[in-house]
């Protein structure tokens, strides 16, 4: 009888306090919206633009890129008069140091190449009217939530957690980001995409409130 | 915003839109290349001079050439490959081109060789080597395969044009790429490029059909929506 107590005692004492433990385990609230708040990458979110100021997703007001393309060009335009000279040295005379010529043109042509990329660069920002495109923003994105949610999901824990709203419409896109989307052949996702596009719908709208976020999940 | 049956209209003019976009076969799959075999070579004259019209190429746009001096070492397969390229559609390919001996002084050459005025460009090029490599993609089990030639070599160029006279150095770089599925056969090949031609990659061969049907069959890796390719030229960069 007494071995029968015991037995009972011990049974209620794992019925009552095991399954709490175990569920202490299983669920953790995380509050992302603080999280994302604290990261350092935030600090520069802007909400008008929907993107990062001083960062590669930032918008360029055109006039600026017009300065930095004029600047560019003149310093092309320098090194190649510059280059152009010693050339003119060089063929008029016979008496040259040859190598210290060609160290000097192997110099211009380097500077040239470097600058006449970042031309290139700028010249492509310019064209987008110095909307950089959504690349650039992803890859942005993709470190914040790598940071953010990787964190807090890796204990393997269910998390019920607030997914935050910011004040922001949809971030502006370059000129060529709708062509981008189109050259992707992926009509599959496109029509998962559209078959869900009312849960997401209602969960855009809803993003303040709690969401259980699934353990494991990637997506 | 849309009514439903906007929203529907939409949808179904993208899906048509993406369906008749035309991409090239290899941008649909991601490749995770694994150097397998490399060798680099010391050769004395280019196998294929792709950088070294492309040089030329670029100087045409600002300024008209009439002929090309070659100075280098003359080879069976340098010259092959020089009848060839005028199929690339370059236009500095189609220059008539004067073969002269390398070495001695590009300065000099240029004093001797061109009349100041006749737009004519000498175009030296030395200190070449080809690498050979042999990547094995990670994404297809090790199916899929690329075979590179790559050629660096030093060149340099003199136009003595009497207005603006023009000189040029720089290390030149062209390539070509082989991708193939287990073997490097008709019906097993996804593509066949060279660079530089007109400053930018050349397709001279590509398999759409293959590319989809391996694609399909999961046997090549579908590259991911927003995936930008890390590698400038297709391929892992090569070591010294």
Known sequence: ?219 | MFAKSDNKIFALLLLFMIASWPSAACSLALHDWKLVFYLKIPVSAPFFPLAELNTVSERMQNSPVSSIVWAASTSWYGRLALSFLPLTGDPAALLPMINVPAGGSMLGLARGHLTPGSAGILLGSDQCSIKIAFFSDRNSAYNCHQLVLLQNSRIRAVQPDPACPWVHESIGQSWLSLIFYQMPIPGRTLSLSMYPVRRSRLSIYEDHQLVENLLSHKLLLRRPDLVVDPYAFDFPELPE
């Not at chain 1, 569920?23 to 999280?35: G, I, M, Q, S, Y």
């Not at chain 1, 160290?103 to 211009?108: D, K, Y």
């Not at chain 1, 910011?166 to 981008?180: I, Q, T, V």
């Not at chain 1, 303040?208 to 999940?217: I, K, S, T, W, Y």
């Open chain 1, 1 to 219: 009888m007494i071995t029968c107590k015991k037995f009972l005692r011990l049974l209620s004492f794992f019925v009552v306090f095991c399954p709490a433990s175990l569920f202490a385990l299983e669920f953790k609230t995380v509050d992302f919206e603080r999280l994302l708040r604290a990261h350092p990458l935030m600090k520069h979110f802007d909400p008008d633009s929907g993107r990062f100021k001083g960062t590669i997703s930032e918008i360029i007001p055109v006039e600026v890129m017009q300065q930095r393309v004029a600047s560019l060009t003149a310093q092309i335009a320098a090194r190649e008069t510059a280059k152009s000279e010693l050339a003119r040295q060089a063929l008029n005379s016979t008496i040259v140091d040859e190598a210290a010529i060609w160290n000097s043109i192997r110099e211009h042509d380097t500077a040239i190449a470097s600058l006449k990329k970042q031309l290139a660069a700028e010249q492509e920002l310019l064209d987008q009217k110095g909307v950089p495109a959504l690349t650039t923003l992803f890859s942005q994105t993709t470190t914040l939530v790598r940071d953010v949610v990787r964190g807090a999901a890796a204990s393997g824990s269910l998390l019920i957690n607030k997914l935050p709203r910011f004040r922001s419409g949809l971030p502006r896109p370059g000129e060529n980001d709708l062509r981008r989307f189109f050259f992707y052949l992926d009509a599959p996702r496109l029509e998962k995409y559209l078959q869900n596009s009312g849960t997401i719908g209602l969960m855009f709208s809803q993003t303040d409130r709690p969401v259980l976020f699934e353990r494991n999940g990637e997506d």
